[in-house]
């Protein structure tokens, strides 16, 4: 069970205000978005839209589609075909969550049961692949060869990238560098693509396609190395939700990477111990929680997200200013501050 | 595990010249199939092409590629987008059996381990994921958007065939349209899917597209129809290979679903007590067969094959003579002719 911890109001509404200006700014289009994907969950087999209604309705911050939203409108596209694609976008998204939740055999996604732990794998598997189906249908809407060639890579490297993960899973000696490969095809990629799109639909020229695909990208990354610290607590003692999933897993994120490399023999003893033969007992993820903090695992975690957040920040510098550039800039303020 | 049955090898060669014509006519086609099919299993990660090339490696007919081969042979296609549908349909078909057997908890396929049982669920849940985007980048490439719509239909509607047969699963119940309706979705729609793509890339009339459409999708339902009755050793005591497999899942057939309807109460209980509650012992499956032959629910499932099949050959009636034409007619003889 993880541990849910209610945030204090005041880091709540900052955290919502740094999002507020891209959601505002989407919201007629976000509407649009919420419709399509309520239509596009329809079918006469009743399981399919309960199931999927269950991970959509639990929320999430819709981050991915207020990104082809925004991407668009930085580049002034003046079509319709940003609202199927945002749509598709979040169904690729959601496919992943509910095949990720049986890959990891989870109970618990977003504070709530997930799928499998309710309806059961097999109706997840193939919810999942209804979804993604669904989401190949709403880009065909598009109309556009290169916008399907461009999502259908995200989805083949997202895969590939879930694939590595398995093989790094429960592996102490991972190295940072395997390490960001894995998070740059399972989380970035989805980031960029989403973010790549609008400029594509809005047929801007090359560099502009290019600076999205990296702002995705780059936040895609410093999004993921967030959610991996967050899952110890964050590094300014600031209390994340869901605290310790991670950990009980054994997945191996980045700050276990450093804090191993870091640490003697006995420390790197307890990593195995814990995360590969997954013997843990009650204190041992304090006693985690310590060891990162005296390596600086979670600080230097937080170093690198924002180094990542800045390259990101630095590739819209082709877009003049303007609500769409600020909302976009928002965002990647809210990556890095963000407490869940 | 499954009862492996050799057949005499008249019965064996019979089969293979029935499909013969078919191979022959699309033999080099089909060399390219296989290499694009080899090239796009293809990643740096090596389980990828590990697992998908131990399913893929295991044969089975490649009946769906030579069907959109031939499709686009009878409709005189000269372009070259067929080679990459044909692997496409293939790539959505292989990822549709590693989520089988997932769901089905399926330990041999073809006569060999299932990859779940080699590698695991995780692995062929994310493998499958893969090459179902791998399939939409090969069907990027026909640079058809049209194309693109039926083929993510398709898979839509094969993924909701999947989970309403969860809803149908061990439920003796079930009724024939129910049933229909199931495998017309999980296995018909593929076949329809790829019959119909050969007349929309070499651009011809509706009228031939949707004989091609009607053509496959009744070919898909004979073609499951006799997969079902086979399970049971088919209706004239030929024997199938891997007999029983259904009857230990408790699947709901048609043949199950006829002797089910014809039989007294104390038949039904048996029906029940193994196909609901899976409390099988070891005469039940021969007392299974017994009570299907005593209803005839076998050669009944024959009969409704065989009027499919009926439907199918005369679909392509609207085709001149030729050899495309008759292969295709020969593939309607070997689906109802096959034993395994």
Known sequence: ????????????????????????????????????????????????????????????????????????????????????????????????????????????????????????????????????????????????????DILANASAIIAEGEVAQLTTANNTDTEED???????????????????????????????EAALYQYGLNLGIAFQLVDDYLDYGAPDNRLGKDVGDDFREGKITLPVIIAFRRGNSKEQEFWRRTLESLNQNEDDFNYAQKLLNEHSALSETQVRARGYTETARAALNVFPQGPHKKALEDVVDFCVDRSH
């Not at 700014?25 to 976000?30: E, V």
């Not at 998070?183 to 047929?203: D, M, N, P, R, Y």
């Open 178 to 208: 395997s390490y960001l490969n894995v998070i740059s095809s399972k989380t970035a990629a989805l980031f960029a693509a989403a973010c790549q799109i609008g400029a594509v639909i809005a047929e801007r020229p090359n560099h502009e």
């Open 1 to 148: 069970m993880a541990v849910v911890v209610k945030l204090s109001n005041t880091s709540d509404s900052n955290e919502l205000s740094a999002l507020d200006a891209l959601r505002d700014l989407c919201a007629k289009d976000m509407a649009r978005v919420n419709k399509l994907i309520i239509d596009n969950m329809e079918s006469k087999v009743p399981l399919i839209p309960q199931l999927a209604g269950h991970l959509i309705a639990a929320g999430g911050k819709r981050l991915r589609p207020l990104l082809t939203l925004a991407s668009a409108g930085i580049c002034n596209y003046r079509g319709q075909s940003h609202i199927s694609l945002a749509t598709a976008v979040e169904f690729i998204h959601t496919a992943t969550l509910l095949h990720d939740d049986v890959v990891d055999d989870s109970d618990l996604r977003r504070g709530r049961d997930t799928a499998n732990a309710v309806w059961g794998n097999q109706s997840s598997v193939l919810v999942g692949d209804f979804l993604f189906s669904r989401a190949f249908r709403l880009m065909v809407q598009s109309d556009s060869i290169r916008v399907l």
